[in-house]
């Protein structure tokens, strides 16, 4: 049986295309289509619809300590109200999945992806002691509020949480409407997130909607806009063969941590270099690579493949990301991909392909 989030009805009422996705029945698109709004996303402020992320709570005095030793970041020193976006790993080095962690006064909120929440809950279950206590939140729904144009429309319902800098969060209401909403999101555009309890849903999304700069997205324009944003999606371009030093996250990784799963391979690749890294490709072609197209050098042998590839609205042309064998990146050797009968030429070229604009206060630096 598929679930429905609690805006099922709005997303009808909306004229949403529905189709499944991660065991739910998700809005695709509305009806003046993909391109249109990933467009507005960029120029004004879209709202989409991220309830089927998985959303827990990890709490007790070591909560902290115990997740800091299944992720490859650093949250020792995270505030309440602030948030670090990781990886948890398993012993092979691979990504289990990422997620977004959020420290609160009686330990952490993580948010994890629809399609993974069910094996990283009994990952926690399974890897943290009863000194914790774990709780999945089935009760809230969640948001996301994306565009040059989020902070001024969040602005008319909280002053606080305009304040907010790239990955800080704090309760707020909207309309008298108790909220948690953090500053980020995976469009690269600044936005917000916004936690609000099942009851309350309809509510709050009807009053960011009924302002003229909002309209609602689906998930295929959020697909494209963490494509220019050259960010990694769970299945794509990051998996549990995939490890964080081959996906380009090896910023994530603290400095002398080395206790986290899979930390011999890891850190071998983070000193020795990985048979492959993740690239993004400009395609000189009107045809997208799609992903799984095998990438070839001059002579034909296949050198790697594409993670993930459309049409970029903002640019006018394809793009897509790959994990290639740096060798022949480094080379800078012509490029092809091969689309059924097509061989199409591509070109290495440094990510985000759309620059990002998260907000950040003076002095704040990159979480």
């Not at 809950?121 to 000194?131: A, D, E, P, T, V």
């Not at 993670?307 to 490029?335: C, E, I, R």
């Not at 059924?340 to 950040?360: K, Q």
Request: negative net charge.
């Amino acid at each position: 049986m598929l679930k429905k989030t609690s805006l099922y009805n709005l997303h009808l009422e909306l004229g949403a295309k529905m189709a499944p996705f991660a065991g739910y029945l998700m809005p695709m698109q509305y009806g003046k289509g993909t391109l249109h709004e990933h467009l507005h996303c960029r120029s004004h402020a879209g709202f989409f619809d991220i309830s089927h992320m998985g959303q827990c709570l990890i709490l007790g005095d070591e909560a902290v300590h115990e997740i800091g030793q299944l992720i490859v970041s650093d949250i020792a020193g995270l505030k309440a109200g602030e948030q670090k976006y990781t990886v948890l790993t398993n012993s092979d080095g691979g990504i289990i999945d990422d997620i977004v962690i959020t420290r609160i006064d009686s330990g952490l909120m993580i948010i994890v992806n629809a399609a993974s929440k069910d094996k990283v809950f009994k990952y926690f279950y399974s890897h943290l002691s009863g000194r914790c206590c774990f709780n999945e939140l089935t009760g809230q729904s969640l948001f996301a509020l994306q565009g040059p144009a989020a902070a001024a429309v969040m602005k008319k319902f909280s002053a606080q949480v305009a304040e907010l800098s790239f990955m800080q969060a704090c309760g707020a209401y909207i309309d008298g409407i108790k909220c948690n909403v953090s500053r980020n999101g995976y469009t690269g555009e600044d936005g917000f997130e916004i936690l609000v309890g099942n009851h309350y849903a309809e509510q709050v999304a009807r009053l960011l909607l009924d302002e003229d700069e909002v309209e609602p997205i689906g998930l295929a324009a959020r697909n494209t806009l963490r494509l220019e944003a050259g960010l990694c999606l769970y299945g794509h371009e990051i998996d549990e063969s995939i490890t964080p030093v081959e996906a380009g996250l090896h910023w994530l990784l603290k400095k002398n941590h080395d206790q986290f799963p899979g930390a011999d391979k890891i850190l071998a690749q983070l000193q020795y270099g990985a048979e492959k890294i993740r690239v993004g490709l400009l395609v000189d072609s009107k045809i997208p690579v799609r992903e799984g197209s095998i990438i070839c050098n001059s002579e034909g042998i296949g050198v790697g493949y594409v993670t993930s590839g459309s049409f970029s609205p903002s640019l006018g042309y394809p793009v897509a990301m790959a994990l290639l064998d740096p060798y022949t990146v480094d080379l800078g050797n012509p490029l092809y991909a091969q689309v059924r009968d097509h061989r199409i030429e591509v070109a290495v070229t440094p990510l985000p392909f759309v620059p990002h604009r998260y907000y950040r206060k003076n002095g704040d630096v990159p979480a």
